[in-house]
């Protein structure tokens, strides 16, 4: 029944009632005798006590949903308010969990094209700086070089310090080509990419080790690209923030999918607020129906956790 319809009838049983004593045996004395007044009192109380019952339990679903709703986070879909209470109420949950229906679709869509557009122009500017920059620095490599061979002697020291800067640049050009777009991944397959990954984060303060074990079930080329750049962007978060000197990836088989397990001995986590960088995995997570999790390590430090679903369709 329709809270309209509690409180209407509830109120109009009681008003009929008094009034129908009125009109039948009872009578009301001027002034009022103590035994009418305690008629008159404990009528309006039980009238009042039953509106305030009637009220409150078909208000509480209402604050439910309201907490469901300021708790509601699209990055961490699946999550619906229950349907209950009278119609009024139960009509509200129910539009409110098909607005949430409609908005994690469409924001799926939306990620989807934007982290596809983000990969495009990733590649188009590894290409750009490959081919335009890369080029022009190495004719100017080769330049130095004819001018070095004909340098008087006391400028070839000057020549071969521009050698140098330039080879320097051209190395630095191609480490960004290809940390911008994951060419070992097309070429070699996400496990050599994983290692060349942990690799390149190792430096001398951080030791990055890898541990790529079992028979991986084939991924699809999104999920590969989704698990590596959650990998890349694990291991930037270790260099970064954590303080770390030690940091590992591993990859293993489950019954079901994959997971990656990005860990590090720094710091840990905190109370910090989530940035771009872990936004963008728990949307890239979610364009392949993957699980992630952030939380502290067992010992210190911080453990992200990808899960990756495969399906049958993609063995
Ligand atoms: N491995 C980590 N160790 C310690 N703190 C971390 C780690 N990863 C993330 N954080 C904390 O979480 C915050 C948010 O990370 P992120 O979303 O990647 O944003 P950003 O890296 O741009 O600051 C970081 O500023 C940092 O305080
Ligand atoms: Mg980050």
């Not at 098909?98 to 924001?107: C, I, P, V």
């Not at 694990?234 to 860990?263: S, Y």
Request: charge should be neutral; avoid cysteine; charged fraction near 25%.
């Amino acid at each position: 029944m329709s809270l309209f319809w509690r409180i209407f009838s509830l109120n109009a049983t009681g008003l009929i009632a008094a009034a129908a004593l009125l009109l039948g045996p009872v009578t009301v004395s001027t002034p009022v005798l103590p035994a009418e007044a305690l008629v008159v009192v404990v009528g309006l109380a039980t009238l009042l006590a039953g509106n305030a019952i009637v009220l409150r339990l078909g208000l509480a679903p209402l604050r439910r949903l309201g907490r469901a709703m300021a708790t509601a986070d699209l990055l961490r879909p699946g999550a619906r308010a229950v349907v209950a209470g009278p119609a009024e109420a139960a009509e509200l949950i129910t539009t409110y969990n098909a607005m949430l229906d409609r908005l994690e679709s469409e924001r799926a869509a939306g990620t989807a094209r934007a982290l596809l557009a983000q990969e495009r122009e990733r590649q188009r500017i590894a290409r750009e700086l490959h081919d335009e920059v890369g080029q022009t620095l190495t004719a100017v490599l080769l330049q130095l070089k004819r001018v070095a061979d004909r340098a008087p002697e006391e400028l070839r020291g000057e020549v071969g310090q521009a050698q140098e800067a330039t080879r320097a640049g051209l190395d630095e050009i191609r480490r960004i080509a290809r940390r911008l777009r994951p060419g070992v991944l097309e070429e070699l397959g996400l496990v050599s990419a994983l290692r060349s990954l942990a690799a390149e984060f190792t430096t001398h303060g951080l030791t990055v080790r890898h541990h790529i074990t079992g028979d991986l079930p084939p991924l699809t080329e999104q999920s590969e690209l989704v698990v590596y750049r959650v990998a890349q962007e694990g291991l930037t978060n270790t260099a970064r923030h954590a303080g770390a000197d030690r940091a590992e990836v591993r990859l293993r088989p489950l019954a079901d999918g994959v997971e990656l397990l990005v860990r590090d001995n720094g710091k840990g986590l905190g109370t910090a607020p989530e940035g771009a960088g872990i936004r963008g995995m728990r949307e890239r997570a979610l364009l392949i129906a993957a699980d992630l999790s952030l939380e502290a390590g067992h010992h210190d430090g911080t453990e992200v956790r990808l899960r990756v679903p495969v399906t049958a369709g993609d063995r």
